[in-house]
């Protein structure tokens, strides 16, 4: 038998309070009356050594069953046949990334999961319980366990597809966790059921079952993975454009691809993407009143989406400021090194031979590059292979060769997207770092790399020559030189993670008013959290971020680089515990292997337990009225 | 426990209604002085008793010629002597009369009338209060100025003790044993293995004995039901006891029995009882159920 009206808890409540009750009476009638009377010989005589306690206890026992059968009729009971399946408690998380705002067939991915989880909701058994959870980047219930399917299907009426990815694995633990305190009896069976657009690799905990519907069936998708604008170098005016279009689909597939500006458009051309295949182009740009560029691909026919996913099928960017950052470098020789930064557009090279250095060469520099060479310099400074001595800001332990290095601090902005572990040095000094200084490449000795910051001024010395190592062969080293740069002149320090993709941790200029927040782009006030002294935003939308306070403006693309969410079919094979939805009757294993052909309505039971209330209640009036006469 | 108001028990009318009243007795006895009752004694009273063979000295106007003419022997004519009548009041003090109010009001409002009876008639009116034996006593009174003691004294009483009925007779015999007269006991005779044994002791030494039953109606009929504690106001410890109908039934089958065999008992020795409830007023008790009871007349 089960209680269908009270849950035991509540049940095990409502009878204790009763009994307590009844106990309490049961105790004060049991003080009895004082009656003085001048017969008491006769009394004595008749009475003499009857005692009717059990009487009075028996009744109290008739009470207390009356009580209990009461509590039982309120609590709705049911019994269960014998071969009744058991109950489940399952919890449902749907998948609200961004994926199921794919368009396939007549409806989106997640109308297809809204369809299924309705109809899971509606083939629920009477003593099945569901929770609704929704998932994206986090895991939110939606609603407490409820047998009730109108309202589950009333709380997915308020699901939506969002912009960010989904992280499954945290999800389906924290419905573990929801299910182990679910109380839904001993009998009852923990399920998870996970509905997303394609299965996760997630595990879950012995006692619980996990079951992954997968709905969606498109294959095809294009997406703007890449996209960026840089100034030309030299004295060429505009810009240049660099994107990548990538093929998610098996097919090859035509494309219009548009760069524009929200007023014009500024060229197109049809791609034709091979099936799992990247394109990339390059263009130039004249120069431009907006700063604002876009680029858009879009069926090759029509003007119309390119594919189901339209979230994928927009970069934005900026074009950057042209700024001439004047560099010297103090050097006897150094071809990796002055090519390196005249690669970069940006720097206005000026190279010195050591023994023609002056400090007045550094009247109009904006940062100095010692190779080999220590002086002391008034503005930043990077220091090659320092050879110590009076004057030079960096001094070193000892030579070594060949050093082992530790894992390169990635906090910072000089090593920002660059990674040292695996460049052969062969020989480098261990530099002596002073209070204050940041190590961010050491051996196991020593620190090879440090970052000082002195009166203002930003130094940074590298304990060995680069042309004693493989550094300039590797892609990390122009990063390296113009990270630096960045980090002396103070660029980084805003919007150094100018270009975000959503969900990513964007870090915003000081000086924005966190209470005024900052205006996504479909118009709304976000406010950044403060972490650290900094003001960090996760975006969620792709499109452009801007802040202005008085004069000062900032502006900062943010596209939707997820390749997970653009796969349009990600990890479908069928696999016991995961089954493919294609709209049919929601599968005996999703729906708690339930049928309701095979489990009939269990009768109600209250309206029997009233008949034997009844009953003791006149077996208690007339066991009342014997007690009163005999 | 606190007295009930004794004052001016009956009124004038009532009074004057006692005084036409006359106590019956099925006995004669032997006073000391004239009153208006017949005595053992022969002499010159009015009521002719016997004839006896004239002996020389008697006097010769009680000779009944009339005899001598017909038998012609001389017979003297004997005569009842009018004397006067002792009548003890034995009135229950213990603390069961005062169970209710009323019980014990009555009682001596009983009694009270009784003697009042007695006191007109000129008999001697010994009251005495008893309980575990006699412990109040009121000097002999005689007369009709005598009611207003004999209220006083009635309404002093306190209702206090256990009863022993035996020990009452028992104290009333060493004092009063070696008198004549009418013992009217005023009680409730709750003392049930006493109560026979006590009205033997009475007969034994030669009274007569008139038992007054003083009841109320809840001790005949009991009205409560259920789990009570009974309390015996003459002490004891209280007994629980669950009062149901049927046991309420027993009790009154025991009630009546003890009436009834104490009854039996006092009729066997031409003695007299009359059950007097407290229900029934006092007037209608007097002049009715003690006049259907002849114990007046």
């Known amino acids: ?630 | 426990m606190t007295q009930p108001q004794f004052e001016a028990p009956f009124d004038a009318t009532f009074l004057a209604r006692l005084q036409k009243l006359h106590l019956c007795s099925r006995r004669i006895f032997s006073g000391r002085m004239h009153a208006q009752h017949v005595s053992r004694k022969l002499g010159a009273g009015m009521e002719f008793a016997d004839y006896r063979p004239y002996a020389p000295g008697d006097d010769l106007r009680l000779l009944d010629w009339n005899l001598y003419g017909r038998v012609e022997k001389l017979y003297t004519k004997l005569y009842r002597v009018e004397e006067d009548r002792n009548l003890f009041f034995l009135v229950d003090v213990s603390a069961s009369m005062a169970a209710e109010r009323k019980k014990f009001d009555y009682a001596r409002k009983l009694a009270a009338a009784v003697a009042y009876i007695g006191l007109y008639e000129m008999d001697r009116v010994f009251l005495m209060g008893f309980s575990q034996g006699i412990t109040v006593t009121q000097p002999v009174l005689r007369g009709r100025k005598a009611v207003v003691e004999a209220l006083y004294f009635l309404s002093r009483l306190k209702a206090t003790g256990e009863t022993d009925l035996v020990q009452t007779c028992r104290d009333f015999t060493k004092i009063h044993g070696s008198k004549e007269g009418m013992v009217l006991v005023v009680s409730d005779f709750l003392d049930l293995d006493g109560a026979v044994p006590a009205m033997d002791a009475l007969f034994k030494f030669g009274f007569e004995v008139l038992a007054l039953h003083v009841v109320t109606p809840r001790e005949l009929r009991p009205d409560f039901l259920g789990e009570w504690r009974l309390a015996d106001p003459e002490g004891g410890r209280p007994h629980a006891a669950h009062i149901t109908r049927r046991l309420i039934a027993r009790y009154r089958q025991e009630f009546t029995a003890h009436s009834t065999r104490l009854r039996r008992h006092l009729q066997a020795r031409q003695g007299g009882y009359v059950r007097a409830v407290t229900s029934v007023p006092l007037e209608d008790m007097i002049l009715k159920e003690l006049r259907a009871g002849h114990l007046l007349a």
């Open chain 1, 1 to 630: 038998m089960r209680l269908f009206g009270l849950t035991p808890t509540e049940f095990t409540l409502l009878f204790s309070a009763a009994a307590l009750l009844a106990v309490i009476i049961y105790l004060l009638a049991f003080r009895k009356r004082t009656a003085v009377v001048a017969a008491d010989p006769i009394w004595r005589k008749i009475v003499g050594k009857r005692r009717t306690p059990y009487r009075k206890l028996l009744a109290l026992l008739i009470q207390l069953l009356v009580l209990f059968l009461l509590s039982l009729a309120l609590g709705d009971p049911r019994f269960l046949p014998a071969r009744a399946k058991p109950p489940v408690s399952m919890a449902l998380v749907v998948d609200v990334s961004a994926s199921m705002s794919f368009t396939d067939g007549g409806g989106t991915r997640m109308n297809r999961a809204l369809e299924f989880a309705a109809a899971v909701a509606d083939a629920m058994g009477p003593r099945d319980r569901m929770t609704l959870m929704a998932m994206d980047d986090s895991c939110r219930p939606l609603l407490p366990y409820t047998s009730d399917p109108q309202e589950i299907r009333d709380a997915l009426g308020d699901l939506k597809p969002t912009t960010v990815s989904e992280e499954a694995q945290p999800a389906v633990d924290f419905a573990a966790s929801s299910l182990t305190g679910a109380g839904s009896g001993d009998d009852a069976v923990g399920r998870i059921v996970l509905v997303s657009d394609r299965f996760h690799a997630v595990r879950v905990p012995p006692r619980l079952e996990l079951v992954q519907v997968a709905v969606g069936e498109s294959t095809e998708n294009l997406a703007v993975t890449a996209f960026d604008i840089r100034p030309r170098g030299g004295a060429a005016r505009g810009s240049e454009v660099f994107l990548e279009v990538a093929n998610y689909g098996r097919r090859s597939r035509k494309v219009r691809l548009s760069i524009h500006t929200r007023e014009a458009l500024l060229g197109e051309e049809i791609l034709e993407v091979p099936g799992s295949e990247v394109v990339t182009r390059s263009y130039f740009l004249k120069p431009l009143e907006t700063d604002r560029v876009m680029a858009t691909i879009t069926a090759a026919r029509g003007g119309g989406p390119a594919d189901g996913f339209v979230l994928d099928d927009r970069a934005f960017a900026l074009t950057p400021e042209r700024s001439t950052r004047r560099v010297v470098l103090v050097t006897s020789g150094n071809l990796y090194l002055e090519k390196a930064l005249e690669l970069n557009p940006s720097v206005e090279l000026k190279v010195v031979a050591p023994e023609r250095y002056r400090p007045a060469v550094l009247s109009r520099a904006q940062a100095v590059f010692f190779d080999g060479v220590c002086q002391p310099a008034p503005i930043p400074a990077v220091y090659f292979n320092p050879p110590g001595g009076s004057g030079c800001p960096f001094a070193y332990d000892l030579e070594v060769e060949f050093p082992v290095l530790l894992p390169l601090r990635g906090d910072h902005m000089v090593t920002r997207g660059i990674t040292l572990i695996d460049v052969q040095v062969q020989q480098a000094c261990r530099l002596l770092p002073e209070p204050g200084d940041v190590e961010l490449l050491s051996d196991h000795g020593g620190p090879l790399i440090i970052a000082r910051q002195k009166d203002s001024i930003r130094l940074l010395g590298i304990g060995f020559d680069v042309s004693k190592s493989d550094l300039p062969l590797r892609v990390a080293f122009p990063i390296l030189l113009h990270n630096v740069l960045d980090w002396f002149l103070g660029e980084a320090d805003i919007g150094g993670f100018n270009e975000s993709g959503v969900g990513d941790l964007m870090e915003l200029p000081a000086w924005v008013d966190p209470d005024e927040g900052i205006v996504n782009p479909v118009g709304d006030r976000v406010a950044p959290r403060e972490v650290g002294g900094k003001l960090l935003l996760r975006p969620r939308q792709p499109g452009y971020y801007t802040a202005q306070r008085g004069s000062r403006r900032w502006v900062a693309p943010v596209n939707f680089y997820l390749e997970d969410e653009s796969m349009p079919e990600g990890d479908r094979r069928e696999a016991p515990g995961r089954l493919r939805w294609r709209g049919d009757q929601p599968p005996a294993l999703v729906v708690a292997g339930f049928d309701k052909a095979e489990y009939p309505e269990p009768p109600l039971q209250w309206p029997v337990i009233l008949l034997a209330i009844a009953w003791l209640l006149l077996f208690d009036w007339i066991f009342y009225v014997f007690r009163i006469l005999f």
